[in-house]
């Protein structure tokens, strides 16, 4: 059985950063908390025939700013959800948090009601680059949300911090991280700014480190998290040994995903065919009851299955099984050996008869590798 996960987006933001090319929009004065929630529940009901009642094994709601929305409406929420589908014993409920929309009791209350990891929008520890990104909290506020979140009883957290940041230097890039360390997370999650179209930042481009300077950074950067007891296993994504964000190692293993909401894209394997859904992405659309919620839907292709596998699977540092791509896929081995002995011969993986696994230079070239499946 292909394991299941589900996505909650909440489109709503107070505002809309200069980087981000997410489906978010401006928050309006009162936000629709129940009418979107009972927009949800039956989103997910128009989804359930292709599910067949399969145990969800993760949540995760992202955004825009999904602590905009109180724990009452959370609470609502998932004691719909649990009558639609079985949530397995151990499952793992990760909510997006933005250190300036939120406050210690509203952790206190998400905990309470079941919601088990946080991830904190943090970017920078910086005022400068705070400013630079249009972020709405300042560093003491980064720093207090994840005391408050650790006093309201949130043992797994993530973090997530930017770097090739305007106008940042080698040793600021560094000082962020460090502060993140600090705090001892479980997971980290540092990626580097890029620049998206339909963003200001694409249409007013920031002054940027050098690509020898975003290097250099990128190698300290990963020294520091390995001295510091992260393990690096998937690209831009460190941990604490046993504490990998099982959700998003769902969506790299190339498991299947129901997404409700607006804009919320889904991967569902039914009967040997694997459908790509996505919901409209205007929240006036979306609880639009005179409208269906689903956008588009689609077979994904032979062809695009493999890159699609591969788009995923290439992010991970860990050994993938040569049985996976048929397990996840159904198509025969066939199609992606061919390949796999292209990216050896190239050194970009190293191949065994039972596994395949990204090498050093693979990683440094990681669009190089993913191009090959193209």
């Not at 009452?72 to 929420?77: G, N, Q, S």
């Not at 309470?112 to 400068?128: A, H, M, T, V, Y």
């Not at 639009?288 to 699977?313: C, G, R, W, Y």
Request: charged share 20%; glycine share 6%; net charge neutral.
């Amino acid at each position: 059985m292909i394991p299941l996960s589900l996505y909650i987006h909440i489109p709503w933001c107070i505002r809309k950063c200069p980087y981000c090319d997410f489906n978010s929009h401006k928050s309006p004065d009162s936000l629709p908390e129940l009418n979107y929630v009972q927009a949800l529940i039956a989103d997910l009901e128009t989804d359930l025939p292709y599910v067949d009642a399969r145990e969800i094994s993760s949540i995760f709601i992202g955004g825009g700013t999904p602590s905009l929305f109180s724990a009452h409406a959370y609470d609502r929420l998932f004691t719909e959800l649990k009558t639609l589908l079985p949530f397995s014993q151990d499952i793992e409920i990760t909510m997006e948090a933005n250190p300036g929309t939120v406050e210690q009791q509203r952790f206190t209350q998400y905990r309470e009601i079941g919601i088990n990891r946080l991830s904190l929008g943090i970017q920078s520890f910086n005022p400068e680059h705070l400013r630079a990104l249009g972020r709405i909290h300042d560093e003491q506020q980064a720093h207090r949300a994840i005391e408050s979140a650790r006093n309201a009883g949130f043992s797994n957290l993530n973090l997530d911090i930017m770097h090739g940041l305007p106008k940042q230097s080698v040793a600021q890039g560094i000082s962020d991280l460090q502060a993140a360390i600090s705090h001892q997370p479980e997971h980290l999650s540092w990626y580097q700014l890029t620049i998206e179209p339909n963003t200001v930042f694409y249409k007013e481009k920031p002054p940027l480190p050098s690509e020898d300077e975003a290097w250099l950074l990128e190698e300290e950067g990963l020294a520091l998290l390995k001295k510091s007891g992260f393990e690096r296993y998937e690209i831009s994504a460190f941990a604490k040994p046993g504490r990998h964000a099982r959700h998003n190692l769902n969506y790299w293993l190339f498991g299947d995903y129901l997404g409700i909401g607006a804009g919320a894209h889904g991967k569902i394997t039914v009967e040997n065919r694997i459908l790509r859904t996505r919901k409209h992405r205007q929240p006036r659309e979306y609880l639009d009851k005179n409208k269906p919620f689903l956008a588009s839907i689609e077979t994904v292709e032979a062809q695009d299955l493999l890159f699609e596998f591969m788009l995923n699977t290439t992010r991970l540092q860990q050994p993938i099984s040569l049985d996976l791509f048929t397990q996840r896929t159904g198509l025969p081995f066939s199609y992606l050996l061919p390949k796999l002995k292209i990216a050896e011969h190239k050194k970009l993986i190293a191949l065994t008869k039972t596994h395949w696994q990204v090498t050093s230079l693979g990683r440094r070239y990681t669009n190089d590798l993913q191009a090959l499946y193209l």
